[in-house]
Protein backbone atom coordinates (compact mmCIF):
# COMPACT_ATOMS: atom_id res chain seq x y z
CA UNK A 1 0.00 0.00 0.00
CA UNK A 2 0.99 3.20 -0.76
CA UNK A 3 -0.20 5.71 1.94
CA UNK A 4 -1.71 9.06 0.46
CA UNK A 5 -3.47 10.49 3.98
CA UNK A 6 -6.81 12.40 3.36
CA UNK A 7 -7.17 13.49 -0.15
CA UNK A 8 -10.01 15.52 -0.85
CA UNK A 9 -12.56 13.62 -3.09
CA UNK A 10 -15.42 14.80 -4.66
CA UNK A 11 -18.94 13.02 -5.83
CA UNK A 12 -22.30 13.92 -7.25
CA UNK A 13 -23.84 15.47 -4.55
CA UNK A 14 -20.12 15.52 -1.85
CA UNK A 15 -17.04 16.50 -0.71
CA UNK A 16 -15.14 14.38 1.11
CA UNK A 17 -12.00 16.15 2.99
CA UNK A 18 -9.82 17.23 6.02
CA UNK A 19 -12.15 18.04 8.89
CA UNK A 20 -10.86 21.88 9.93
CA UNK A 21 -12.09 23.63 13.52
CA UNK A 22 -14.61 25.81 11.58
CA UNK A 23 -16.71 22.15 11.30
CA UNK A 24 -16.70 21.68 15.22
CA UNK A 25 -20.38 23.69 15.74
CA UNK A 26 -22.12 22.35 13.22
CA UNK A 27 -20.73 18.87 13.56
CA UNK A 28 -21.93 18.60 17.34
CA UNK A 29 -25.59 20.00 15.98
CA UNK A 30 -26.09 17.62 13.52
CA UNK A 31 -24.67 14.11 14.73
CA UNK A 32 -22.00 14.20 17.73
CA UNK A 33 -24.93 14.94 20.21
CA UNK A 34 -27.15 12.42 18.75
CA UNK A 35 -27.49 9.40 20.66
CA UNK A 36 -29.89 7.95 18.07
CA UNK A 37 -26.54 8.56 15.45
CA UNK A 38 -24.29 7.08 18.14
CA UNK A 39 -26.26 3.98 19.19
CA UNK A 40 -24.76 1.71 17.03
CA UNK A 41 -21.30 3.37 17.54
CA UNK A 42 -18.32 3.21 20.28
CA UNK A 43 -17.54 6.21 21.32
CA UNK A 44 -20.51 8.37 23.58
CA UNK A 45 -22.26 11.66 22.57
CA UNK A 46 -20.57 14.71 22.98
CA UNK A 47 -22.05 16.31 25.91
CA UNK A 48 -20.81 19.93 24.46
CA UNK A 49 -19.41 22.09 21.51
CA UNK A 50 -16.13 21.83 23.01
CA UNK A 51 -15.55 17.99 22.96
CA UNK A 52 -16.43 17.99 19.43
CA UNK A 53 -13.41 20.59 18.84
CA UNK A 54 -10.75 18.55 21.46
CA UNK A 55 -11.54 15.44 18.66
CA UNK A 56 -11.04 17.63 15.48
CA UNK A 57 -7.79 19.21 16.83
CA UNK A 58 -6.67 15.09 17.61
CA UNK A 59 -8.13 14.02 13.84
CA UNK A 60 -5.77 17.78 12.53
CA UNK A 61 -2.79 16.68 14.41
CA UNK A 62 -3.03 13.37 12.80
CA UNK A 63 -3.44 14.82 9.28
CA UNK A 64 0.66 14.76 9.99
CA UNK A 65 0.29 11.09 9.26
CA UNK A 66 -0.50 9.80 5.64
CA UNK A 67 -2.05 6.64 6.69
CA UNK A 68 -4.49 8.78 8.34
CA UNK A 69 -7.60 8.85 6.60
CA UNK A 70 -10.66 10.73 8.37
CA UNK A 71 -13.04 12.26 5.88
CA UNK A 72 -15.94 15.02 6.43
CA UNK A 73 -18.79 14.10 4.89
CA UNK A 74 -19.92 17.72 3.27
CA UNK A 75 -23.21 18.08 1.32
CA UNK A 76 -22.25 20.55 -1.88
CA UNK A 77 -26.36 21.87 -1.47
CA UNK A 78 -25.78 23.45 1.66
CA UNK A 79 -22.32 23.80 2.07
CA UNK A 80 -22.04 21.94 5.40
CA UNK A 81 -20.75 18.91 7.47
CA UNK A 82 -23.69 16.51 7.48
CA UNK A 83 -21.11 13.17 8.67
CA UNK A 84 -18.02 11.55 8.63
CA UNK A 85 -16.24 8.61 6.70
CA UNK A 86 -12.78 6.78 7.81
CA UNK A 87 -10.11 4.50 7.40
CA UNK A 88 -7.91 2.44 9.06
CA UNK A 89 -5.28 -0.54 8.28
CA UNK A 90 -6.47 -3.46 10.07
CA UNK A 91 -4.04 -6.09 8.22
CA UNK A 92 -0.94 -4.51 7.00
CA UNK A 93 0.58 -7.75 5.86
CA UNK A 94 -2.29 -8.51 3.35
CA UNK A 95 -3.05 -4.98 2.57
CA UNK A 96 -6.37 -4.91 4.30
CA UNK A 97 -8.11 -1.63 5.29
CA UNK A 98 -11.75 -1.32 7.36
CA UNK A 99 -13.75 1.62 7.34
CA UNK A 100 -15.94 3.47 9.43
CA UNK A 101 -18.71 6.16 8.79
CA UNK A 102 -21.79 8.25 10.73
CA UNK A 103 -23.75 10.73 9.28
CA UNK A 104 -26.55 13.02 10.56
CA UNK A 105 -30.13 11.34 11.25
CA UNK A 106 -31.56 14.31 9.09
CA UNK A 107 -29.48 12.97 6.17
CA UNK A 108 -30.65 8.88 6.31
CA UNK A 109 -31.93 6.51 3.60
CA UNK A 110 -31.07 9.55 1.05
CA UNK A 111 -27.68 7.51 -0.45
CA UNK A 112 -25.91 9.61 1.15
CA UNK A 113 -23.41 7.12 3.08
CA UNK A 114 -23.15 4.63 0.12
CA UNK A 115 -21.88 7.77 -2.09
CA UNK A 116 -19.41 8.50 0.09
CA UNK A 117 -18.78 4.68 1.13
CA UNK A 118 -18.44 3.70 -2.81
CA UNK A 119 -15.84 7.32 -2.84
CA UNK A 120 -14.06 5.78 -0.42
CA UNK A 121 -13.53 2.18 -1.72
CA UNK A 122 -12.64 3.60 -5.05
CA UNK A 123 -9.57 5.77 -3.90
CA UNK A 124 -8.69 3.26 -1.26
CA UNK A 125 -8.22 0.61 -4.22
CA UNK A 126 -6.87 2.75 -7.28
CA UNK A 127 -4.89 5.32 -5.28
CA UNK A 128 -3.31 4.00 -1.97
CA UNK A 129 -3.75 -0.04 -3.27
CA UNK A 130 -5.61 -1.39 -0.84
CA UNK A 131 -6.08 -5.49 -1.41
CA UNK A 132 -8.86 -5.65 0.92
CA UNK A 133 -11.21 -3.82 2.37
CA UNK A 134 -13.78 -4.59 5.26
CA UNK A 135 -16.42 -3.25 7.56
CA UNK A 136 -18.67 -4.37 10.06
CA UNK A 137 -21.90 -3.54 11.76
CA UNK A 138 -24.56 -4.60 15.20
CA UNK A 139 -26.37 -6.99 13.13
CA UNK A 140 -29.76 -4.93 14.34
CA UNK A 141 -28.33 -2.25 12.04
CA UNK A 142 -29.87 -3.25 9.06
CA UNK A 143 -29.39 -0.14 6.64
CA UNK A 144 -25.90 -0.28 7.46
CA UNK A 145 -25.15 -3.70 5.92
CA UNK A 146 -27.10 -2.56 3.35
CA UNK A 147 -25.17 0.59 2.22
CA UNK A 148 -22.10 -2.10 2.64
CA UNK A 149 -23.69 -4.60 0.04
CA UNK A 150 -24.60 -1.63 -2.40
CA UNK A 151 -20.96 -0.82 -2.79
CA UNK A 152 -20.28 -4.35 -3.40
CA UNK A 153 -19.23 -5.78 -0.02
CA UNK A 154 -19.88 -8.99 0.74
CA UNK A 155 -21.38 -10.42 3.35
CA UNK A 156 -18.61 -13.10 5.29
CA UNK A 157 -19.92 -14.19 8.74
CA UNK A 158 -21.59 -13.07 12.05
CA UNK A 159 -20.21 -13.34 15.73
CA UNK A 160 -22.01 -13.93 17.85
CA UNK A 161 -22.00 -11.46 21.09
CA UNK A 162 -18.36 -10.70 19.83
CA UNK A 163 -18.08 -6.68 20.42
CA UNK A 164 -19.88 -3.72 22.60
CA UNK A 165 -21.47 -0.51 21.32
CA UNK A 166 -23.14 1.83 23.13
CA UNK A 167 -26.38 -0.43 22.16
CA UNK A 168 -25.05 -2.94 24.35
CA UNK A 169 -23.21 -6.46 23.79
CA UNK A 170 -24.28 -7.49 20.71
CA UNK A 171 -23.38 -10.07 17.47
CA UNK A 172 -21.72 -8.15 14.53
CA UNK A 173 -21.89 -9.02 10.83
CA UNK A 174 -18.70 -8.63 8.78
CA UNK A 175 -17.89 -7.37 5.52
CA UNK A 176 -15.45 -7.98 3.30
CA UNK A 177 -14.12 -7.40 -0.52
CA UNK A 178 -10.67 -8.09 -1.93
CA UNK A 179 -9.70 -6.07 -5.43
CA UNK A 180 -9.73 -8.36 -7.49
CA UNK A 181 -13.59 -8.64 -7.15
CA UNK A 182 -14.24 -4.90 -6.73
CA UNK A 183 -16.53 -3.13 -8.66
CA UNK A 184 -17.49 -0.28 -6.66
CA UNK A 185 -20.99 1.52 -7.50
CA UNK A 186 -22.79 4.46 -6.23
CA UNK A 187 -26.37 3.16 -5.13
CA UNK A 188 -29.21 5.40 -3.24
CA UNK A 189 -30.16 3.62 -0.36
CA UNK A 190 -28.96 3.06 2.98
CA UNK A 191 -28.23 3.16 6.49
CA UNK A 192 -29.11 2.88 9.82
CA UNK A 193 -32.40 1.07 10.90
CA UNK A 194 -33.87 0.37 14.27
CA UNK A 195 -34.99 -3.31 14.32
CA UNK A 196 -38.40 -2.37 16.25
CA UNK A 197 -40.46 -3.18 18.76
CA UNK A 198 -44.46 -3.39 19.54
CA UNK A 199 -45.47 -2.90 22.71
CA UNK A 200 -48.86 -2.49 24.13
CA UNK A 201 -50.29 -2.57 27.83
CA UNK A 202 -52.63 -5.95 28.96
CA UNK A 203 -55.65 -5.95 27.60
CA UNK A 204 -55.24 -3.25 24.49
CA UNK A 205 -55.48 -4.18 20.81
CA UNK A 206 -52.01 -4.66 19.18
CA UNK A 207 -51.02 -1.69 17.09
CA UNK A 208 -48.68 -2.06 14.33
CA UNK A 209 -46.54 0.84 13.79
CA UNK A 210 -45.03 2.19 10.10
CA UNK A 211 -41.58 1.35 11.80
CA UNK A 212 -42.86 -2.42 11.92
CA UNK A 213 -44.20 -2.84 8.31
CA UNK A 214 -41.19 -1.47 7.00
CA UNK A 215 -39.08 -3.68 8.88
CA UNK A 216 -41.43 -6.33 8.05
CA UNK A 217 -40.71 -5.49 4.17
CA UNK A 218 -37.07 -5.29 4.56
CA UNK A 219 -36.54 -9.03 6.06
CA UNK A 220 -39.24 -9.96 3.45
CA UNK A 221 -37.48 -8.26 0.89
CA UNK A 222 -41.37 -6.69 -0.44
CA UNK A 223 -41.71 -3.26 -1.57
CA UNK A 224 -45.40 -2.37 -0.38
CA UNK A 225 -47.65 0.62 -1.36
CA UNK A 226 -49.11 2.71 1.32
CA UNK A 227 -52.26 0.59 0.51
CA UNK A 228 -50.60 -3.07 1.48
CA UNK A 229 -48.62 -1.75 4.17
CA UNK A 230 -51.86 -0.19 5.77
CA UNK A 231 -53.50 -3.71 5.42
CA UNK A 232 -50.76 -5.63 6.77
CA UNK A 233 -50.58 -3.78 9.60
CA UNK A 234 -54.58 -4.37 10.37
CA UNK A 235 -54.08 -8.07 9.31
CA UNK A 236 -50.86 -8.50 11.62
CA UNK A 237 -52.88 -6.39 14.69
CA UNK A 238 -55.38 -9.12 14.66
CA UNK A 239 -53.77 -12.12 14.10
CA UNK A 240 -51.42 -10.57 17.28
CA UNK A 241 -54.53 -10.10 19.22
CA UNK A 242 -55.85 -13.49 18.27
CA UNK A 243 -52.78 -15.23 19.67
CA UNK A 244 -53.21 -12.96 22.97
CA UNK A 245 -56.33 -14.57 23.36
CA UNK A 246 -55.21 -17.53 22.95
CA UNK A 247 -52.45 -17.31 24.79
CA UNK A 248 -55.28 -16.44 27.97
CA UNK A 249 -56.54 -20.32 27.54
CA UNK A 250 -55.58 -22.69 30.76
CA UNK A 251 -54.10 -25.74 28.77
CA UNK A 252 -52.99 -27.12 32.24
CA UNK A 253 -52.74 -30.60 32.05
CA UNK A 254 -53.91 -30.77 28.55
CA UNK A 255 -51.73 -33.13 26.50
CA UNK A 256 -49.64 -31.29 23.57
CA UNK A 257 -50.81 -32.35 20.00
CA UNK A 258 -48.62 -32.66 16.55
CA UNK A 259 -52.37 -31.18 14.55
CA UNK A 260 -55.53 -29.99 16.20
CA UNK A 261 -57.65 -32.55 14.24
CA UNK A 262 -56.76 -36.33 14.21
CA UNK A 263 -55.28 -36.59 10.42
CA UNK A 264 -54.53 -39.77 8.35
CA UNK A 265 -53.44 -40.47 5.34
CA UNK A 266 -55.90 -40.44 2.87
CA UNK A 267 -53.63 -41.13 -0.37
CA UNK A 268 -54.62 -45.04 -2.32
CA UNK A 269 -51.82 -47.46 -2.79
CA UNK A 270 -50.31 -47.36 -5.99
CA UNK A 271 -51.68 -50.04 -8.31
CA UNK A 272 -49.43 -51.21 -11.17
CA UNK A 273 -51.83 -51.84 -14.14
CA UNK A 274 -51.40 -52.69 -17.71
CA UNK A 275 -53.02 -49.83 -18.94
CA UNK A 276 -56.59 -48.57 -19.45
CA UNK A 277 -56.63 -48.52 -23.28
CA UNK A 278 -55.44 -45.81 -25.39
CA UNK A 279 -59.01 -44.75 -26.37
CA UNK A 280 -60.38 -44.19 -22.54
CA UNK A 281 -57.22 -42.09 -21.70
CA UNK A 282 -57.45 -40.17 -25.06
CA UNK A 283 -60.60 -39.46 -24.39
CA UNK A 284 -59.63 -37.23 -21.64
CA UNK A 285 -57.22 -34.80 -23.97
CA UNK A 286 -58.84 -31.67 -25.38
CA UNK A 287 -57.63 -32.55 -28.69
CA UNK A 288 -55.99 -35.64 -30.36
CA UNK A 289 -53.95 -35.50 -33.29
CA UNK A 290 -52.27 -39.22 -34.99
CA UNK A 291 -53.20 -41.35 -32.09
CA UNK A 292 -51.92 -38.33 -29.27
CA UNK A 293 -52.42 -35.39 -27.17
CA UNK A 294 -51.68 -33.03 -29.24
CA UNK A 295 -51.23 -29.61 -27.04
CA UNK A 296 -50.60 -25.74 -27.20
CA UNK A 297 -47.14 -24.49 -28.01
CA UNK A 298 -45.01 -23.35 -25.84
CA UNK A 299 -41.69 -22.46 -26.83
CA UNK A 300 -40.39 -20.26 -30.55
Not at 55 to 84: N, Q, T
Not at 129 to 134: A, F, L, M, Y
Amino acid sequence: MKHLGTKTIETKRLILRKFTLNDAEVMYQNWASEPEVTKYLTWQPHESVEVTKAVIKGWMEDYREPEHYVWCIELKEIGEAIGSIGAGVSNAKVGAMEIGYCISEAYWHQGITSEALAAVMDFLIKEVGVRRIEAKHDTRNLYSGKAMEKCGLKYEGTKIQAECYNSGICDVAFYGLVMEDAVVEEEDEEEVYVAPVIEKKAGEKNVISDETIEYVGILAKLELSDEEKENAKKDMGEMLDYIDKLNELDTTGVEPMSHVFPVHNVFREDVVTNGDGSKETLANAPEMKDGGFKVPKTIG
